[in-house]
């Protein structure tokens, strides 16, 4: 893409953001936004686990099975599952250190793990591990997520609005 009343062969924002050590020593990264096909590319490298459905459908006063707007029979999951549960916190992991790679500056920063032929989840759990072994508290991870949602212009409506439509999957519901 090129705009024609403009120079630049990029708009994407970028800031820098200043990790503070002990004994004043500072670490400084740059972070670029997000590209709009962040959420899909996510999804599909990380997919999110399915809902354990728990056998049982949702019925009325009567006892009759409800259904959906396509008539099909509106099941009961369980959203409280153990295992669904640390499957979900393990993918929002590894989408977290997914969103953080896609936004540091390659110039800047390199990883050891290589994407060559890996499985996605096998990759950012190598770079979950190299992050951890480089010295990065979670404070710093959450600094730098912060910087990636304020320069990719998400705000805090959104990732709101993102959680509330997090479990509403089609013909389903949960934890009834």
Same mark, same amino acid.
């Given at each position: 893409?090129?705009?024609?009343?403009?120079?630049r062969?990029?708009?994407?924002?970028?800031?820098?953001?200043?990790?503070?050590?002990?004994?004043?020593?500072?670490?400084?990264?740059?972070?670029?936004?997000?590209?709009?096909?962040?959420?899909?590319?996510?999804?599909?490298?990380?997919?999110?686990?399915?809902?354990?459905?728990?056998?049982?459908?949702?019925?009325?006063?009567?006892?009759?099975?409800?259904?959906?707007?396509?008539?099909?029979?509106?099941?009961?999951?369980?959203?409280?599952?153990?295992?669904?549960?640390a499957?979900?916190?393990?993918?929002?992991?590894?989408?977290?250190?997914?969103?953080?790679?896609?936004?540091?500056?390659? #110039?800047? @920063?390199?990883?050891? /793990?290589?994407?060559? =032929?890996? &499985?996605?989840? *096998?990759?950012?759990? +190598?770079?979950?591990a190299?992050?951890?072994?480089?010295?990065?508290?979670?404070?710093?991870?959450? #600094?730098? @997520?912060?910087?990636? /949602?304020?320069?990719? =212009?998400? &705000?805090?409506? *959104?990732?709101?609005? +993102?959680?509330?439509?997090?479990?509403?999957?089609?013909?389903?519901t949960?934890?009834?």
């Amino acid at each position: 893409m090129k705009l024609l009343n403009d120079d630049r062969t990029s708009v994407r924002n970028v800031t820098q953001v200043i990790l503070r050590r002990v004994g004043g020593y500072t670490v400084t990264l740059t972070v670029r936004a997000l590209l709009p096909t962040y959420p899909e590319d996510a999804e599909r490298e990380l997919p999110s686990p399915v809902l354990p459905w728990k056998g049982e459908f949702v019925r009325d006063k009567r006892g009759k099975v409800e259904k959906n707007e396509r008539g099909h029979p509106i099941k009961i999951h369980d959203d409280q599952d153990p295992k669904y549960l640390a499957e979900l916190r393990e993918v929002q992991q590894l989408q977290t250190v997914k969103m953080i790679v896609d936004a540091l500056d390659p #110039a800047e @920063v390199q990883f050891t /793990a290589t994407r060559d =032929g890996q &499985d996605p989840q *096998a990759y950012y759990r +190598a770079v979950r591990a190299e992050l951890a072994a480089f010295g990065f508290s979670v404070g710093d991870l959450a #600094a730098l @997520v912060r910087a990636v /949602a304020e320069v990719s =212009g998400i &705000d805090e409506v *959104a990732i709101r609005s +993102a959680r509330a439509d997090f479990f509403e999957e089609e013909g389903s519901t949960s934890g009834i």
